[in-house]
């Protein structure tokens, strides 16, 4: 039985968000800015965030120059600038939200390394223009000639560099987030897991578990931002449709020298790099077992981790082939139908919102945006 005390600050809330990553949290900051006043809860099923947002690989990218190709290809011109404006007003938006912490943000640029020619360098300037209206400036620059300077093999043959592109530090960012979500009046409650939702009159009811517990909150509304976890409460509707993908990553211990500096992509996308101070982060690959990476378990397996420390070793960092690797793990990621950022009413009073499609730190916070304007209608 909950006490009197108890039930006046945790059982009723205006707006409850589910999941506490970088959607959920900046969801709680916008609303605590513009709704004051508002009873804002966030429900964490884990003790910190459990899917993305902790376990990524911290690029603060708009996309490198194959995968805006790719994106133009698949969903034509303009949906692709839409794409990657939101990508850029999102970085700008969390780096103002974040103005005055420390998330560790470092301005040095991205690049992208190709060890064939690949039909994207040859729409270079067509991309370039068609991104110069969001970025104002040229998004992708030829310059192999930094190939050397980064110390990878000879088997590189081209480099694109964007001076767009910066990298933080994700477990800053979180805990940044959190901090100031709870300094602006949010409750953050964690191990509470939301099993369902249900509609009524003037909101909603949801029942989580708390431990052995099961409770039931009340809320105005509710915002459903669990990313690869979105169909277990969400069901006929494209939402339900998300599909989970596991992203692995590798650490290195610390390196004598580090000869790069800014982020790196490779394989279109599927593979990322950068340094960490004096330590390489390496992930990705899932293309090499697509249906086995696409789960919600965190464990790692010995093919995608294999490929990563081979590509470390032959052609990151030939120099420093013996270096050994401290850290291991992976996170989850949510790949949407449509590629496209969607944030929607799923019923009368719940707002569901999903497809960063790996690339959250870029996108959270326009998607929060966009939720606070849904919620007041
Ligand atoms: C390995 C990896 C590398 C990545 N690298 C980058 C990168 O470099 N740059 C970039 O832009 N993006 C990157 N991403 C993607 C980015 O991290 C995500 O797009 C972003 O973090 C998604 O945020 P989110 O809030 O939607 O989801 P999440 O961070 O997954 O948060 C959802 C939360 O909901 C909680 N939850 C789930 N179900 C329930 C429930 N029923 N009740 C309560 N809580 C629940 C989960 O525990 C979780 O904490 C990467 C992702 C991974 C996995």
Not at 1 to 9: A, G, I, V
Not at 305 to 334: C, F, K, Y
Not at 340 to 359: K, L, Q, T, W, Y
Request: aromatic share 6%.
């Amino acid at each position: 039985m909950r006490s009197f005390w108890e039930s006046q600050t945790w059982s009723e809330s205006d707006v409850v968000i589910i999941g506490g990553g970088l959607i959920g949290m900046q969801t709680a900051l916008e609303l605590a800015s513009k709704r004051p006043g508002e009873r804002v809860m966030v429900l964490e099923r884990g003790l910190i965030p459990s899917g993305a947002s902790t376990r990524n690989a911290g690029f603060a990218c708009i996309g490198s120059l194959s995968e805006v190709a790719a994106d133009i290809d698949l969903l034509g011109r303009d949906a692709a600038l839409d794409i990657v404006q939101m990508r850029f007003d999102g970085l700008n938006g969390l780096r103002s939200t974040c103005e005055g912490y420390d998330i560790g943000y470092l301005h040095h640029g991205g690049n992208e390394i190709f060890l064939e020619d690949h039909p994207s360098l040859e729409r270079i300037v067509e991309i370039n223009d068609l991104l110069s209206e969001v970025t104002g400036t040229t998004t992708f620059q030829l310059r192999s000639d930094l190939i050397s300077a980064f110390g990878f093999a000879d088997r590189v043959r081209h480099l694109v560099h964007s001076p767009i592109e910066g990298s933080l530090d994700s477990g800053k960012l979180v805990d940044v987030l959190w901090s100031k979500a709870q300094r602006a009046g949010v409750r953050i409650r964690t191990g509470a897991q939301v099993l369902g939702i249900e509609e009524t009159s003037g909101g909603v009811n949801l029942t989580l578990r708390a431990g052995a517990d099961e409770h039931l909150v009340k809320a105005g509304s509710a915002v459903i931002a669990t990313n690869a976890w979105i169909p277990d409460l969400v069901k006929d509707h494209e939402a339900s449709r998300i599909v989970p993908a596991r992203g692995q990553i590798l650490v290195t211990e610390p390196l004598a020298a580090m000869p790069l500096k800014g982020t790196y992509h490779f394989d279109e996308g599927y593979v990322y790099f950068r340094p960490v101070g004096n330590r390489i982060l390496l992930g990705g690959a899932r293309n090499l077992a697509f249906e086995e990476e696409q789960t919600t378990s965190h464990d790692i397996t010995d093919l995608i981790q294999g490929a990563l420390e081979a590509l470390l070793r032959e052609v990151i960092a030939p120099s420093q082939s013996n270096v050994s690797i401290d850290h291991r793990w992976s996170g989850t990621m949510a790949f949407s139908p449509s590629k496209h950022p969607i944030v929607e009413r799923v019923s009368p009073h719940v707002v569901v919102a999903f497809g960063c499609n790996g690339m959250g730190v870029a996108l959270s916070s326009s998607i929060a945006k966009r939720i606070t304007e849904v919620l007041k209608y």
